[in-house]
């Protein structure tokens, strides 16, 4: 079963514009991944987010984390082209440390 | 530090065929995941082994798949026979800590075509 899932499916945007996308989970957690995956490769893990932190930040990201909505959010500043991805959120399935549960992906395109 | 290898890259085969694939996690990693991402999807976990022992296969398919961890190191995954709905990118990922606790490493991947 998806535990996660990501909204838009899609996002299509400008070099230089902002991207977010948001992820929404059934039940509780104890902390929040988001992964990338650039065509043809592997997954990448991008920042982890407790679920007694609200906002984290790495670079361009920006994670957010609202534990009474069951959502959490990515925003990548400044885009560019190399963030051309798809972009997982995941979740340990069963709020402990068990395996982890991906969400179904947001394609992200970055248009020069 | 060596990331995550698999091989091979790319499989084709027919429908009936047997199929392997192998993972060599980073050094150091007692976790151990095999994942199927069929096109379009998320990742989805087959089994995850601690070390040498399984921790959870309740998504395995054990008419058809198999995997082992000898040594608790290396790993292989196995598909016999193959059906067309095992089309998809097998991912191997390694951790150091046990399931969601923290960051997985993964693989390429293996991209598996049957025809």
């Known amino acids: 079963s998806q535990q996660g899932e990501e909204d838009p499916q899609a996002l299509s945007i400008q070099e230089g514009e902002n991207a977010t996308m948001n992820c929404s989970y059934k039940t509780s957690i104890n902390n929040l991944q988001w992964y990338r995956q650039n065509s043809g490769r592997g997954l990448v893990h991008l920042i982890l987010?407790?679920?007694?932190?609200r906002e984290k930040h790495s670079g361009r990201l920006r994670v957010t984390l609202d534990t009474s909505k069951k959502s959490s959010s990515l925003l990548i500043t400044a885009s560019r082209a190399a963030d051309t991805a798809s972009y997982f959120c995941?979740?340990?399935?069963?709020?402990?440390?068990?395996?982890?549960?991906f969400g179904t992906g947001t394609q992200l395109k970055v248009e020069l | 530090e060596a990331g995550v290898a698999q091989s091979p890259r790319y499989k084709i085969i027919e429908k009936r065929q047997s199929v392997a694939f192998w993972c060599n996690p980073i050094?150091?990693?007692?976790?151990l995941y095999w994942y199927q991402q069929i096109l379009g999807q998320g990742p989805k976990l087959l089994i995850q082994?601690?070390?040498?022992?399984?921790?959870?296969d309740s998504q395995l398919p054990k008419d058809r798949f198999s995997a082992e961890r000898l040594k608790g190191v290396d790993s292989t995954l196995k598909i016999q026979p193959a059906k067309l709905e095992d089309s998809a990118v097998y991912l191997c990922?390694?951790?150091?800590?046990?399931?969601?606790?923290?960051?997985?490493?993964f693989g390429p991947g293996t991209r598996l075509t049957v025809l």
């Open positions: 987010i407790r679920s007694n932190e």
């Open positions: 990922a390694s951790s150091i800590s046990s399931g969601g606790a923290g960051e997985q490493f």
């Open positions: 995941a979740t340990p399935e069963g709020g402990g440390g068990n395996k982890l549960t």
């Open positions: 050094s150091g990693h007692a976790t």
């Open positions: 082994f601690q070390n040498n022992g399984v921790v959870d």
